[in-house]
């Protein structure tokens, strides 16, 4: 990706120019110091003066008010705040008449902005006084006061906090008077400029030590760039968050959002003293010291999958090229590009009014259809969906074009998501709110409606990234979360009537990724590149998760790594520096997981017995006790050498009654509630009473006994013996009080206990009958 500017050969301002704003995609106003406001329009290249301001009005900022929020358009979206050094700030409509100038600073208002849904505006002075203002121009208080001047100041993402400069410092400031205030020493020098992104929550800063840094919302420093020849003079975010722009003297850079640089451009500019981008993050202009305004637009992104690489080279212009037979489509838009996105065979293109869908086998006839909302924020692909999102909402489309649903929770706002807030499979569709950063709100695809009961999946921490696996039966979905510890955990997405189970799976969890056609999930973790060959192993046998893991040195990852993409047996990563780096996975794990999602059980034993591989056999394990194939699972543990659990494999085996084996191999898994639900579904209640003995549930075995009239004296001799092995009295009130007047008979017991199995044995062998005449029929 790269930058591609372009400046006029004579400038029109006639003096610096201090701050830019855009109106649409294709219009911009200019302020200068010669007193003009200018409007550029980038269809046919005029430049027009929109108004002559009064000779003692030198302007600082510009800020126009926000068009859309919350995907309501604004009423007052016509007008701008204009800040300048007379310590007024000017609200000033589309054709440049002043609606109305506030007396607010003593000395220059060097800062004015609009909170992210137009209630607030908020402005920075010389004085060191940082006020806000509602939106007709009141005052509504003095949010700080300090004695040196404030050069810049930022909303936060929910517009409860601010931020601003002093001098070296940044601090966020909460608009409740009681919160705690966050300062930090950012800089050597003076902090000139300051953005804050509401998509990412991340925190730009530059300055006069001639350096830039990216922090996060906590003031932790993410990145800080080498010292440039000249100090920082103007930061800012692409609305999307992935990208900024930083300006210098002669000196205009596109950043990574992780701060390493796509493009340097070096024009003839002086020094740039604002940087604003378009409203679709495709373009943006710069105020510079010369009196010019520089235009530059993003071109050369490029997106790859499997051995197609796609690169936009002009603002309308693709070309694809497949690099097994070097053959080159090149693909014309009737608009300009602002996002796409190409994986599971499909490129998803949208422009400012369309969206395009084509297919890798045909690149001549793409499906297109009209956007609601021009500015797309967000493509993510599933393998028979794809998700857009925009200012107004979520939208799930198939791939002929056709709107599957339109998920939506209470207090959604669409214009903040990201790659790592949402995630989307076949049948699921997975949003962290932003409100409360421990919820997920979890979707079904096809009707947009909530899963289940309705209720959130809600974590112990506020979560940090989530992704849903790729593929098996959606009643299978599981959904992969990393919280603010960098804890990765896994959980089913549908409970069915369960409590969500949460179950850590890994520590120090930089980046993950599922795999595109299998559920192997890959991860940085602790240093070390990790692949989960079955990460619902944790949920059959937990003992064997770490068996199922395989493991390299990540030390060639840098210190922190982003998979992109995990397609085929090929993980690529970004490292910190900005360069790709590909891992490859063995292709034998996910040939083992088609084998055992189409019960190929034999072909899977070959491929274990061809391999000799231990994380093989242990997936293989996991594979057939969760497909509860009693056979292979026995062979898959003893070829691991797991001796107790293949006896106990062969005593499930030897259990007369299918309701009792199911119960044993829930109970294998631990799903102790589950296997006593069974038994006693199938009236096996002396069973659900020996499992909870065996487990030493002393007071369930005796509340099952009570509450079912039977075995009471079964649960007190084996209490009693248990007691008696130990050493120990009985201290247990309900012990103590049903042992009144019980007689323990061990001959009695054992005998009634025979009988009880007798009757399981029976009832199976009449199960069997039943079932057999009925075949026959």
């Not at 409007?39 to 126009?64: A, C, F, K």
């Not at 100041?153 to 940044?170: E, H, I, N």
């Not at 240093?527 to 079955?534: A, P």
Request: net charge neutral; charged share 25%.
């Amino acid at each position: 990706m790269r930058l591609k500017t372009s400046l006029l050969k004579e400038p029109k301002h006639r003096e610096l120019v201090s701050c830019v704003g855009w109106t649409t995609a294709d219009e911009l106003y200019s302020c200068s110091e010669d007193h003009q406001i200018l409007r550029w329009n980038l269809l046919n290249g005029e430049t027009s003066v929109v108004v002559n301001m009064q000779d003692d009005i030198y302007p600082t900022d510009l800020h126009w008010f926000p068009k859309t929020s919350s995907g309501k358009k604004q009423a007052l979206a016509e007008i701008f705040v204009l800040t300048s050094t007379d310590g007024k700030f000017h609200l000033v409509s589309k054709t440049g008449r002043i609606e109305k100038s506030v007396e607010a600073h003593r000395g220059a208002v060097l800062a004015g902005h609009w909170n992210y849904d137009g209630t607030a505006l908020i402005t920075a002075g010389e004085d060191g006084q940082i006020k806000i203002w509602s939106k007709s121009g009141m005052l509504r208080s003095t949010l700080a006061q300090q004695g040196s001047p404030v050069y810049s100041v930022a909303w936060a993402p929910d517009s409860d906090r601010v931020l601003y400069t002093s001098g070296k410092q940044l601090i966020i400031k909460p608009l409740q008077p009681s919160s705690k205030v966050l300062q930090w020493k950012a800089h050597d020098g003076v902090i000139l400029k300051v953005d804050w992104n509401s998509v990412n929550d991340l925190i730009l800063s530059g300055a006069e030590d001639c350096r830039f840094k990216v922090w996060d919302s906590y003031g932790r420093l993410l990145y800080v760039s080498s010292s440039h020849d000249y100090p920082i003079t103007s930061v800012s975010w692409a609305p999307d968050g992935e990208v900024f722009a930083v300006g210098s003297f002669n000196t205009l850079r596109l950043c990574d959002k992780t701060g390493w640089s796509y493009a340097l451009e070096k024009p003839n500019t002086g020094s740039v003293f604002a940087v604003a981008w378009s409203a679709d993050g495709t373009q943006l202009a710069g105020a510079c010291g010369n009196g010019h305004v520089i235009f530059a637009h993003l071109v050369e992104q490029r997106w790859e999958w499997k051995n197609f690489q796609i690169t936009l080279i002009k603002k309308r212009t693709m070309q694809v090229r497949n690099v097994l037979n070097d053959a080159v489509d090149v693909l014309e838009f009737r608009d300009r590009v602002i996002k796409a996105s190409f994986a599971h065979s499909h490129l998803v293109v949208t422009t400012s009014l369309q969206c395009y869908i084509y297919s890798v086998k045909n690149w001549n006839t793409p499906l297109i259809f009209d956007l609601k909302e021009g500015t797309v924020s967000l493509i993510l692909q599933a393998d028979r969906h794809f998700l857009l999102v925009d200012g107004g909402g979520v939208y799930v489309f198939s791939y002929e074009g056709r709107l599957v649903s339109s998920p939506k929770f209470p207090g959604m706002r669409a214009d903040i998501l990201n790659a790592q807030s949402v995630s989307l499979s076949n049948d699921t569709l997975a949003l962290r709110d932003k409100t409360d950063e421990k919820v997920i709100f979890l979707f079904d695809v096809q009707t947009g409606k909530a899963l289940g009961d309705g209720k959130p999946l809600t974590h112990k921490l506020e979560v940090v990234e989530i992704a849903l696996d790729q593929s098996g039966p959606a009643s299978d979905r599981k959904i992969a979360l990393v919280d603010k510890n960098r804890d990765l955990y896994l959980t089913s997405v549908r409970r069915l009537g369960r409590e969500h189970s949460i179950i850590k799976i890994g520590t120090m969890v930089q980046t993950m990724a599922w795999n595109d056609a299998a559920n192997l999930l890959s991860g940085v973790q602790d240093g070390q590149f990790t692949v989960w060959c079955y990460p619902s192993a944790v949920f059959v046998d937990k003992d064997l998760l770490p068996k199922t893991l395989t493991t390299k040195d990540g030390s060639e990852f840098s210190s922190t790594p982003h998979i992109l993409s995990y397609v085929g047996t090929q993980v690529t990563v970004r490292r910190a520096d900005g360069s790709l780096m590909h891992s490859c996975v063995s292709p034998y794990p996910a040939i083992l997981h088609e084998y055992a999602s189409t019960a190929r059980w034999e072909d899977a034993l070959r491929l274990c017995r061809f391999a000799k591989d231990q994380t093989l056999w242990a997936c293989l394990a996991g594979m057939a006790m969760g497909s509860r194939e009693l056979a292979m699972a026995e062979v898959a543990y003893a070829a691991i050498g797991e001796v107790d659990k293949v006896q106990y494999i062969n005593s499930i085996k030897e259990l007369p009654s299918k309701e009792s084996s199911l119960a044993h191999m829930l109970l294998f898994s631990g799903h102790v509630q589950e296997a006593e639900a069974t038994l006693l579904q199938a009236g096996l209640v002396y069973q659900a009473i020996q499992v909870h003995i065996n487990l030493y549930n002393w007071d369930r075995a005796l509340e099952l006994a009570v509450k079912h009239k039977t075995h009471v004296d079964t649960v007190l001799a084996y209490r009693q013996k248990f007691l008696q092995d130990f050493g120990k009295k009985e201290s247990n009130k309900r012990f103590l009080q049903y042992s009144e007047g019980v007689e323990v008979d061990w001959e009695k017991i054992q005998a009634k206990i025979e009988m009880e199995l007798g009757k399981e044995r029976e009832r199976a062998a009449n199960a069997s009958v039943r079932s057999s005449v009925a075949s026959r029929r």
